[in-house]
RNA sequence: GCCGGGAUGGCGGAACUGGUAGACGCACAGGACUCAAAAUCCUGCGAUCGCAAGGUCAUGAGAGUUCGAUUCUCUCUCCCGGCACCA
């Protein structure tokens, strides 16, 4: 027997190296073959090191790389270094080193871990987003998304985290505390910088993109929820004047008010949204059906229109009731056990499908951040509005009563959740929130709720009182950070630019939210207007190229820059209707094919029309600006993070980049006066949502990456990694990757997804069952598992742990199985080549069968990350079944060779060769050492993947069991081919089988080819 | 509350499109080797009745479809992950 041990230490890191000397894991930039990109999530580099999730997904996804390159693939295969980041500047703090040392120490560390595992990485292509040679690019993104209007500047109330001291972004805030440090997270009013991730251009693609990628359904059933599309209407209700409030006017009261609003408000209101004012309260709704329903009004308490409206009797009352809201954290306002709490205006508004006369109340269950900031309340068909309702003893109102008649299962269910009461229509006591029948719905009583949906949504479109409408729940990314350890943002702000804007600009208000989102959605957007010559002052005809529009959103207090890059007068909607394409910027989505459809898409009053057919209408292409924000040019990118003093975080709210005087301080790029430089910095995100496409073509110098390098391997076709990573990293990446599809940077050729196939691993848990953590003391590190047990056992035993996507815990336990295996393994073939050479065994190839089921099974596994079970054919095949194994003979305690096969003491070298073949991707190291020692040349690793024989994978005999009533009572080996007449008479003529008969015919039988026999007494 | 995923021996887990439940590994027990131990090798190992042959019960609980259900359908319980007053 071969003497030699098998000794991990003394022959992985010798692998490691050689590979890494030829280069066979380099992929090539323009590959002749099929290629494929297979990607891990890359780390972040703490000063713990890798823990043992990390080389989970790692090895997974090296098992399936090293499987596609012996399958002839081209693959790209590469890692990096996500290194910007909190942990390395809250260390730098505590200990007065410099970020970027410790963060090169840790990469360092990292790649030392990760090299030790033995990965088939393409390190000639390794990336750091910390390096500026790569971080020039992720400013070069932002500079592009800040052109197109994308990223933007807005005072927010954004999450604070007061220990940190700095602003998070929604998704770094869990159930109301700082996902890092745990403490309560606070609201707070700071200047930040928005990525318009909700934008038109790119919402819907987000959430229809999801649909041809092959994810796991969990997953993207995560990120449709976080864009939480809802589809319903927008309804106008309009607000009594507050001295008429009081004695609610008849209709024509009203209507004179409606008329002077309007009148007063044309001018600042865009085409076709005319119906806006600022006496209107716009609410959404999911359920306009409900509409005759609605009793009440809620806003929000910070609804820009609560001041206006609150009636003087009820002032105190609403000022204590929103300074009390402010006051509440998060936390306390969305507590969904805590009782309803609102407040009377005094207000009164009007139900325009029954004009009838309802309260507006404010209550902080109604969010401001999401639809208009107010809702219809419809109590009988709304559990929250009917638990507010109730409280404060508002008129309940039903208008749908369910069906009478129901598919049983719907009663079934309703009866088990405690809402039979809806069957009584016991509306007193409960509320209905099912579709059915209309009732006090004046002329629509007894229509299907459903179909009435959208009959009064068409009602409200044609009466200028709402419209179809889509929200989402997806917010704006805030893309700043407080921080010192990040990428400039490269951004210079400049007063004079700023003045000399503000000096030229026309001012122009908005009072409705839609209007407002169309006008600033892009450059394409043209703004018209009815030449007005009543009013001199906003005489908008003015208003030529090269001038700047003021807009002011009255709703949110916005305000944009807008320049005018075209303007065209038109003499008559009939001349605006020979431009087509103008039309179709105005409204991208309607079809406009006659005059009348034109009016019908602006809704126009008839005053309006006449307006413009007497003086004429004017258009404007405008392109949004940003006025005294400066984008760095392009040329002096990157910007670089200067060298630091300290690190402490201001508590201001300003980055610790602002008290470096020499470097905030510059000149404007445009007008050349003195400015400073913006001082935030980026997200992590933003160097981890494009990386994949660097490593394309890492090191080009002129180009975020070469379209024809892009083009040879884009998209990802598999994407391994956590899935803590389902809607932060993953939507943002695909959202950049849409906008630099759109710019042209990806070309088309790869499609506007980046990342085809995903795949989840699962946790691993430490020995306790319990989440690993430095507090609990169950970590488990890499290096010491190494040590002991040798990188192979370590990715072998990481694999045979359980399904790859599912929750495990570590066990030290279990990784011995697969390390006595591999010792089995090595002293084996040790043992057998030794005895080949003395010829004491004989070699014969080609007489193994069982190969060729493991070949079958390994291929298929492989491809279905079913990686736990091809470890168990590994053991069995090399084992074999039953202890005889069928491709050479067995040691016995003699260290003898002992025959256990019918071939004798030989064996089947081409079978022991293909096992290793296939095992090289799970244990590289040891396969490629047995195949030298075998007398093969090259490495194992790019060899040609085995192929078998289907042929001999089907047994030619199968013990075929027989089930009487069921139950398996005999079993039978017959030759797989077996007729049933033949296979009646063999299983009836069994003893055993006589027995259960006693002599009766059987009632039944059953013979499944290959599988079964069953018969029924 | 809503969405998604689960529940199989002492443990991690197998079981293809319904067809022998518990592969493989761990732990455990017995044996071999050893002065002894470790390592290694062999045997056994769901529960239960039985000396055995064999029987009975078993895949979270209950029902259903089927000759046959871990697998399909319904209801329920519990666990994990996510969202959470989203109108």
Known sequence: MGSNKYQPEKLENKWQQAWLKAKIFQAKDFPKMKKHYVLDMFPYPSAEGLHVGHPEGYTASDIFARYLKMNGFEVLHPMGWDAFGLPAENYAIRTGTQPEATTQKNIKNFKRQIQSLGFAYDWSREINTTDPEYYKWTQWIFLKLFEAGLAYEAFAPINWCPKDKTGLANEEVVNGKCERCGTEVVKKNIRQWLVKITDRKYIDRLLSGLEKLDWPESIKSLQKNWIGKSEGATVSFSVIARSEATTCPPNSLWRGRREQSRINNEIATPLGKLGARNDTIEVFTTRPDTLFGATYLVLSPEHPLVDEITAPMQKKAVEDYKLQASKKSDLDRTDLAKEKTGVFTGAYAINPVNNKKIPIWIADYVLASYGTGAIMAVPAHDERDFEFAKKYKLPIVKVIEPPKV?????????????AAGHLQGDIESD???????????GKYDGMDSLKFSKVITDWLEKNDKGHQAVQYKLRDWVFSRQRYWGEPIPIIHCEKCKTDVELNAYEIHFYNQESW???????????????????KLKYFGNIKKGNFLRAVNKQTKQVQFLEVLEAKAFASLEELFKRPILIKQIYPKISIKTLKDLKQAFSFTPEYVDRIQRHGLIAWKIKKIQPGLIAVPEKDLPLELPRVKAYQPTGTGE?????????????????????????????????????????CDPNNEKQIASPEKLKAWLP??????????????????????????DLGSVPKECGDEPFMKLKNQGLILAQDNQKMSKSRGNVVNPDEVIKEFGADAMRMYEMFMGPFEDAKPWSIN?????????????????????????????????????????????????????????????????????????????????????????IGKAIDMDALKTFLKLLSPFAPHIAEELWRLLGNKGFIAIEAWPKYDELKTQAKEIEMPIQINGKVRDRIIVPADTSETEIKAMVLGREKVKNWLQGKEPKNFRYIKGKIVSLVI
Request: proline residues 4%; glycine residues 8%; charged residues 25%.
């Open 655 to 695: 980055s610790p980049l602002a008290s470096i005087e020499k470097w905030v301080k510059t000149k404007c790029p445009k007008c050349g006066s003195k400015a400073r430089r913006e001082t935030n910095t980026m997200p992590q995100w933003a160097g981890s949502n494009w990386y994949f496409i660097r490593y």
């Open 406 to 418: 129901m598919p049983k299962r719907t009663l079934e269910s309703f009866a088990s959740s405690g």
């Open 517 to 535: 989102d169309m006008i600033m959605s892009g450059e394409k957007t043209v703004e018209t207007r009815a030449l007005n010559p009543d009013e």
């Open 814 to 902: 279990g990784i011995v199985g697969v390390k006595r295996f591999l010792d089995r393994v090595w002293v084996d073939v040790n043992a057998l080549h030794d005895d080949v050479e003395k010829q004491s065994l004989t070699v014969r190839n080609g007489f193994s069968k069982s190969i060729h089921g493991l070949i079958k099974k390994v291929t298929q596994d492989i491809k279905n990350f079913g990686f736990n079970t091809c470890i168990s054919e590994f053991m069995i095949f090399f084992n074999g079944k039953d202890g005889k194994p069928d491709w050479r003979p067995k040691l016995n305690k003699q260290d003898e060779w002992e025959a256990v096969s019918e």
């Open 431 to 441: 509320c209905w929130i099912g579709g059915g029948v209309m009732v006090n719905s």
């Open 716 to 741: 990802v076709d598999l994407y391994v990694g956590g899935a803590e990573h389902a809607v932060l990293h993953l939507l943002y990446a695909r959202f950049i990757y849409k906008f630099l599809f």
